[in-house]
């Protein structure tokens, strides 16, 4: 392991604002990053959006619940319908909590350990005030560990 901990592999990010919508956070997923951090209006990290929670937002809740949807009524403009009026919900709304971030100089085990709990793909680093430093990505970790 490292002894300068995930500071090496910390990548910059561009974080999304909480105000956004959910349709923006899936344009900037799909062009950028596979998870974003979502900030205040003072850039404090609020948590995680990534496509797992955005899809979730998109369709009815119901279907998370379920295992097999094939008695359902098929109805693609219902189900249409629904998607595009949350997909103008903003983006607080859908956010992903983390029960903590990471802080900048933070150990590689830290970060293996939040990974394995929480499941991301990202997450967010932070300042003392809690705001953006960047992100570690779950694949940058494992390279890190595998390879230190």
């Known amino acids: 392991m490292s ?9 910059s990010v561009t974080p999304i604002p909480a105000s956004a919508t959910v349709v923006e956070a899936a344009r900037l997923i799909e062009a950028e990053q596979s998870t974003l951090p979502v900030v205040d209006e003072a850039g404090r990290v609020l948590g995680v959006v990534d496509s797992a929670s955005l899809l979730k937002a998109l369709v009815p809740r119901y ?9 359902i009524r098929q109805d693609p403009a219902g189900l249409l319908r629904h998607a595009l009026q949350a997909a103008q919900q903003p983006v607080c709304d859908v956010v992903q909590t983390l029960p903590e971030y990471l802080q900048e100089g933070a150990s590689e085990a830290h970060a293996a ?4 709990h929480t499941g991301v793909l990202a997450i967010p680093v932070v300042d ?6 960047g992100v570690v990505r779950r694949v940058d970790l494992v390279v890190a560990l595998a390879t230190d």
């Open 128 to 133: 003392a005030d809690g705001g953006l430093v």
């Open 3 to 11: 002894s300068s901990g995930i500071t090496p592999i910390t990548k």
């Open 63 to 71: 279907l998370e619940q379920l295992s097999h949807t094939g008695f």
């Open 113 to 116: 350990e939040l990974f394995l």
